[in-house]
């Protein structure tokens, strides 16, 4: 099914400076999968060479960290909000 | 060249001193591509280090939501330094994502706060000017 994706600062340049995009998928993985093969050039910030999600990347649905859901397997529902967020720390 | 209210460069001092002994962190609102700053939202300090800080992601979720709905996205990120320099760690700058963000440091290493900016891109740190904006500032 379509689903929004709000997508931070940093990826909009490789995705034509939308600060959404939709794409499809039923799952967080389909999703990401669908993302990056439209938008090629966000690959490499979101996942990382193995395919895992990046350290300095959070995908949320709707309030709920999906590393703390089922990863990647984590359903996706009509209406649901998709962010994927940039990690943000220092010393 | 950073752009911002004198409340929010106030504010944005008094929740690093309030956070002391720890770092404190909070991000920065305005149009991206601009240093205009027109939202300041202090955070927690996921880390409660005086090393370290860290933005809850969840936190992160809903200053982006809020800034959304007035037109305006994320450009920026403060945090203190409590004894050293306002100057980026390398730590910092290996964890500087995004080259169109204002990196603003507090150092509250002397008596007096200082507060000085930063593009981080590719890992090369480059200072802007801090603009406090003043009433009279702002009517002119």
């Not at chain 2, 939501?65 to 700058?93: L, N």
Request: hydrophobic residues 40%; charged residues 20%.
């Amino acid at each position: 099914m379509p689903v929004e994706v709000r997508l931070p600062t940093l990826l909009r340049s490789q995705a034509g400076g939308q600060a959404s995009v939709v794409v499809s998928g039923d799952t967080i993985g389909e999703v990401i999968e669908a993302l990056v093969a439209e938008y090629p050039g966000t690959a490499s910030q979101i996942l990382n060479q193995d395919g895992t999600l990046h350290k300095f990347v959070n995908v949320y649905v709707n309030d709920d960290d999906v590393r703390y859901l089922s990863a990647f397997d984590t359903p996706v529902q009509d209406g649901d909000e998709v962010s994927i967020l940039p990690a943000v720390a220092g010393g | 060249m950073l752009r911002l209210p004198n409340e929010i460069y106030l504010q944005m001092i008094g929740h690093c001193i309030t956070g002391l002994p720890d770092e404190a962190c909070g991000l920065l609102t305005g149009p991206y591509g601009s240093g205009e700053i027109v939202g300041c939202y202090p955070t927690r300090n996921a880390a409660a280090s005086a090393r370290l800080y860290e933005i809850d992601p969840v936190e992160i979720l809903h200053v982006d939501r809020d800034a959304q709905k007035r037109g305006v996205d994320i450009i920026g990120v403060f945090h203190s330094h409590t004894h050293t320099d306002a100057y980026p760690s390398p730590t910092d700058v290996a964890q500087a994502l995004d080259p169109g963000w204002h990196y603003v440091l507090v150092s509250l290493r002397d008596t007096h706060p200082v507060v000085r900016s930063y593009s981080i891109v590719d890992g090369e740190i480059t200072e802007e000017s801090v603009v406090v904006l003043t009433h009279a500032a702002k009517a002119s």
